[in-house]
């Protein structure tokens, strides 16, 4: 959610963040799981403990990793294809083991608080090759997920705002 009263780089992962979040409990297979993530449209989700910690992020390149590291494709990705699947839909749910989601999860989920600004929530994505980082509470449990495509969104809204500043300010000369 983009704050239009606030300036770029003072922008919040608050002011950002997609609070409607997806979480996957470490139990669920992982079948499971990819079937949620393609139901609601999103590459990678938060992996919950019991008490509602997130303990690690299960996301398409942990799909790729197994797939890499022999799980079975049931589809051939084609270039010439008009039809677009995740990457996650190359298998078929059903080729999916299906022990729980833990033990194919990224660790080390990068979290920062609610408070965190854009600039440093870029440079963490920079620097970990990562393109979510989850909103945390101080009990590490989530609250929202600030993707790449909301930091790009912050900035082309407010490019658009200061187009409309700089056009008023000529209008005024």
């Known amino acids: 959610m983009i704050t239009a009263t606030k300036s770029l780089m003072t922008q919040t992962a608050a002011d950002l963040m997609t609070d409607n979040l997806v979480l996957i409990p470490q139990e669920m297979s992982l079948q499971t799981a990819a079937r949620m993530l393609s139901l609601h449209q999103v590459s990678g989700a938060p992996v919950v403990n019991n008490e509602g910690v997130c303990v690690g992020v299960l996301s398409a390149m942990d799909f790729v990793h197994w797939a890499e590291k022999g799980g079975k494709a049931s589809r051939q990705a084609r270039h010439d ?3 677009y699947c995740q990457v996650w839909q190359l298998v078929e749910p059903e080729h999916l083991p299906e022990e729980a989601a833990v033990h194919y999860m990224t660790l080390a989920p990068v979290t920062v ?6 600039g440093e929530l870029a440079r963490m994505m920079v620097d970990a090759h990562i393109h979510r980082i989850i909103v945390a509470d101080t009990d590490g449990r989530p609250r929202g997920i600030v993707s790449s495509t909301d930091i790009l969104a912050a900035l082309a809204f407010a490019d658009l705002t200061l187009g409309h500043a ?3 300010k000529g209008a005024d000369l």
């Open 81 to 83: 294809s008009p039809e």
């Open 113 to 118: 608080a609610p408070g965190a600004r854009i």
């Open 166 to 168: 700089d056009s008023e």
